[in-house]
């Protein structure tokens, strides 16, 4: 017989050889495929960075956000654009569609910013151009605790730390957070610049002038044959050099206006671990390198560096990894896989009573699994939790093929006891065209993924799509060659002995399958109302795309108000955490880490693995008593699945003052709708700001321009940065600026002395008025508009409960004319997520169709069995809604999935009852003979895939160990076949004599009238 089945008979040597071969290439590959978190994909969004620190939000915006702006706004492609301006620069984030060329991207929007370099401020010094992938999150957190004053150990750090790890294989690169290197710092002292009328700008040009170096082109030597670069040096090559500097006509120096000094610039921003200062090292993974193997190996030379004695004294500390997250979620689908495996073996032993067989049908799950790797390798792909999660959810359905092939070699064993042979082969090809149509059918429901329009759900499911279309592929052929070559060498008892109860239940289902051919109204009235009973569940079960994560941190955002010195916000840091530690053992919580900065601060809560209460819980309780701070209101910021945003509502308008005034109405508002909490504006109303207004006819009579003007204030408030100070360590900073304590009032800053071009003395108050206003901490724009958001938390609601009470509220409040309000993204993503779900599930409903109707040659018999995907739909909701199970993408993942698997069971039994009738079996007869034939098989991998899936059912294992849960996927899985199964049985059959009686009836009438046509 031509076919795989009768060829793995015929050279069984070969067959065993080559699936050992392929079996040898997946435990090979096991070892060489990369080890990650996430695939490595390139996310479609871009960030511009551009620094300018010490200005103000709406210098920002007009100066560099702004022309920024319309020069991106060119670009195509554009499907989001937001912008934020703060006094340190601005940053714009653009978002393109998945199938965009980031690379291109990149250069098209430095070509863009390059156009209009000479429209932004000359002092802006860099642009920063970042795309985004997954590499560009951090593998690992590092910490630093220690005894010793590390406030001047940056070089130290950066020497025995960063420089260490950035050396090892894997690492792409190691960022050191909460040290500045020290700097070359030129303080001017206030009186001295006033007495001897030093003109700032002049002295900020003489200071680069005389630090520079460059080359000058080469010298011909003709004597000596050569060519020599010439390279004019004018370098400081010490403190005392720049001490020296002459910086007038008389002889007047440097160290006569300022102290130079090398030391470490102020601090911006702390950190603090269980409240001692802290200093942070983030870890980032070179493309493609094995996340376990490399953090194992950062690892080690962290406990190779505590070894040195220049870090006596110091503790390095791991406060993350992806690692533990990966490890943790691969073993527990490991685990989670074996015990399936186990049960579905268990399962297989009760209808079989043997256990060859039994062990023989088991051998497929290892097989293929080692032949999916093998292919895993050579596509480039990655051992990831998607991929993962497609094994996980393959391991439940590569027996189904074996398990089909096996019971029909069994049933005609016992046929033909004195012919193994033929009765194994004629086995197999009684079921080939029902295990291929059933494995087809099951991989098509992905495709729409593979090949469809990208976006984050299908680039998300398309990884898993791969793994499990792989699997089932190599269990389609191990079924048809493998399987049959071990199975014609068993014997088959010829009594069944202990089976007695799935002989009842076959004539029980004989029976029952019989009276519904029989009393078809009554099968009628029972299908329609199994079809009303769904009204039930569905209008019980509550819908939420993306839940909140559960990861093992929690986040308190302060939400400060303002700008303040950072006393003042460690004052309410050390406040906040002195309540959390008191009541360390209520919360559940083993360390604190918080990160602050003059207009921002947040503590993470690092909570213990073996804590006893929920996050919900945690929040709950210490919301209930957080004490009140002066500077901010502390709320939680809620983490979302699957990197979806929170809830909130954007603002539109053209002043951010007035934004901030109906922000905070919004806010009152919506803080009184039930089920929300945590309701705040994303930013406040911004700190006291002192406006220097330059009178520019005074100025002119006093021989100074408004750009001199502003130049000195800028020079003298921020600073100003030279030409770096060359060491034999590196290059450093040096700066140009006025003491601290020369510039810490208003009355100081207006007495700032300004030289005009004849020499003379003016101060600052002459020629400007200073005006105390408040100003923003930082304008945002979406869409090149002005906008604010305003977020909050979800309490007991769902999305779409928490839409309509918003848009009821919102809708009766009178904004001004040319301000509007929208729908924050969270509401725009959980649409997004459904609808291209729903899509993709009547696709793969079209797909289904088309390859069983080219199967079966038949476009009506299909019907019949697509029914089948109702009723498991109708299962899903009705398990979710005992179970008190909400829709989610899982559930919704784990209905695509169970698309294809519920038809497998009607396929098999209408392609028998198709076959028995084109023996000469009577239609009626030949559907029940066919119940009783294929009700073990279609029980059997039923069966072993409920089983597979009950321990993701009934766990709480998360994607990456604090992502979406698995258990929404596998109960979506388990209600759904469970539920099919059973009504299928009976309602498939009862379907395909109304379809066929239909047809029947329609053939009849079509011959009369070509009848009567004639006639």
Known sequence: MKTLSGLAVRRPVTTLMLTLSLMLMGLVSLRLLPLEFFPDVDFPGMMIEIPYPGSTPEEVERLITRPVEEALATMGGIQRMMSSSSESGAQMFMFFGWDADMTARGVEARDKIDGIRHLLPDDLERVFVRRFTNNSQPAMGLRIGSTRDLSDAYELLDRNVRRRLERLDGVARVSLDGLEPRAVRVQLLADRVAAHQIDLNELSARLRAANFSMSAGYLDDVNAGQRIRVRPMGEFRSLDEVRELPINEVGLRLRDIAEVNLESPPRRYERLLDGEFAIGFDVFLESGANLVDVSERVIAEIEAIGELPDMAGINLYVLFSQADGVVTSLKDLAMAGLIGAVMSMIVLWLFLRQWVPTLIVMLSVPA???????????????????????????????????????????????????????????????????????????????????????????????????????????????????????????????????????????????????????????????????????????????????????????????????????????????????????????????????????????????????????????????????????????????????????????????????????????????????????????????????????????????????????????????????????????????????????????????????????????RLSTVARLEVVRGPDEIRRQERRTSLSVSANLGELTMNEARDRISAVMDQIALPSGYAWSYGRAFQQEDEAMQQMVFNMLLAIALVFIVMAALFESTLFPVSIITSILFSFIGVYWFFFITGTEMSLMGLIGMLVLMGIVVNNGIVLIDHVNNLRRRGMARDEAIVQAGRDRLRPILMTAATTILAMIPLAMGSTRIGGGGPPYFPMARAIIGGLAFSTVVSLVVVPYIYVLLDDLRAWVGKVRRRAVGRAVA
């Open 368 to 762: 293929a699994v080692l032949i999916t790797l093998a292919a895993m390798y050579f596509l480039g792909l990655s051992l990831n939790i998607l991929t993962m999660m497609g094994l996980m959810l393959a391991i439940g359905m590569l027996v189904d093929n074996g398990v089909v092939v096996t019971e029909s070699i069994y049933r005609r064993k016992q046929m033909l006891p004195d012919s193994p042979g033929r009765a194994t082969l004629l086995g197999v090809r009684e079921v080939a065209l029902a295990i291929s149509a059933g494995t087809l059918t099951t991989i098509i429901v992905f495709l729409p993924n593979i090949f469809g329009a990208q976006n984050q759900v299908t680039l998300f499911l398309s990884h898993v799509a791969y793994t499990i279309s792989i699997a089932l592929l190599a269990s389609l052929i191990i079924a048809q060659t493998i399987i049959p070559l071990l199975a014609l060498r068993v014997k088959v008892p010829a009594e069944q002995k202990g089976n007695r109860w799935l002989t009842g239940l076959t004539n029980a289902y004989a029976r029952v399958l019989g009276g519904s051919l029989k009393f078809r109204w009554t099968a009628a009235l029972c299908v329609f109302l199994l079809l009303v009973t769904a009204m039930i569940p569905m209008g019980g079960v509550q819908s939420n795309m993306f839940d909140e994560s559960d990861d093992d941190r929690l986040m308190l955002r302060y939400n400060v108000e303002g700008n303040y010195r950072l006393e003042k916000v460690r004052e309410a840091v050390d406040q906040i955490e002195d309540y959390l530690r008191a009541n360390q053992a209520e919360f559940g919580f083993e360390s604190l880490y918080s990160y602050y900065a003059s207009n921002r601060a947040e503590t993470t809560l690092i909570l213990a693995e073996d804590r006893e209460i929920s996050i919900e819980e945690i929040r709950r309780r210490v919301s209930e008593s957080i004490p009140p701070i002066a500077i901010g209101r502390p709320s939680f910021e809620v983490q979302r699945n699957g990197g979806a945003e929170n809830l909130s509502v954007n603002l539109y308008g053209e002043s951010s003052e007035r934004l901030y005034e109906i922000a905070e109405e919004v806010v009152r508002v919506l803080s009184r709708l039930e089920g929300l909490s945590d309701v705040r504006a994303e930013g406040a109303a911004g700190a006291e700001e002192v406006r220097v207004v330059v009178d520019r006819e005074v100025a002119q009579r006093n021989g100074l321009s408004t750009e001199q003007v502003a130049r000195s204030v800028a020079v003298a408030m921020r600073g100003q940065t030279l030409n770096e100070y060359r060491t034999p360590e590196g290059e450093l900073d040096m700066r140009l600026e006025f003491q601290g304590a020369d510039r810490q009032t208003i009355a100081q800053l207006e007495a700032l002395p300004l030289v005009n071009d004849r020499g003379e003395r003016v």
